[in-house]
């Protein structure tokens, strides 16, 4: 198993001193959170996909910046689009891409 970090320890410890309250109103709702959390651990299918070298970069720091693995993301990313709550938001990093347009286009 993973080494929790410091932030994960809070949340640990929190809990374990019964600091934390649950914000379920009612049993259907409850059980609808419980239904969405096992939906998104069914993971019954592989994809192979090819991806250029810099676009995979680029999503492997972006995995990094949010904290999670690379996989774990695109996955993220693809469930999000599928059902429509997709939105983006900027990345602190400088995309390739838009890196190689202004070297073309004479820019810095």
Same mark, same amino acid.
């Given at each position: 198993?993973?080494?929790?970090?410091?932030? =994960? =320890?809070?949340? %640990?410890?929190?809990? =374990?001193?019964? =600091? %934390?309250?649950? &914000? &379920?109103?009612s049993k259907a709702q409850l059980k609808r959170y419980q239904e969405a959390a096992q939906a998104t651990f069914i993971k019954d299918r592989r994809v192979n996909i090819r991806l250029s070298s810099p676009d995979l970069m680029d999503i492997q720091a972006r995995a990094l910046e949010e904290g999670i693995p690379y996989q774990t993301l695109i996955a993220s990313v693809l469930h999000k689009f599928v059902t429509g709550r997709l939105v983006e938001k900027p990345s602190r990093l400088t995309s390739r891409t838009s890196r190689t347009t202004r070297k073309r286009a004479g820019n810095p």
């Amino acid at each position: 198993m993973k080494k929790r970090d410091p932030f =994960e =320890e809070d949340i %640990l410890a929190a809990y =374990e001193k019964g =600091e %934390l309250k649950s &914000v &379920v109103r009612s049993k259907a709702q409850l059980k609808r959170y419980q239904e969405a959390a096992q939906a998104t651990f069914i993971k019954d299918r592989r994809v192979n996909i090819r991806l250029s070298s810099p676009d995979l970069m680029d999503i492997q720091a972006r995995a990094l910046e949010e904290g999670i693995p690379y996989q774990t993301l695109i996955a993220s990313v693809l469930h999000k689009f599928v059902t429509g709550r997709l939105v983006e938001k900027p990345s602190r990093l400088t995309s390739r891409t838009s890196r190689t347009t202004r070297k073309r286009a004479g820019n810095p």
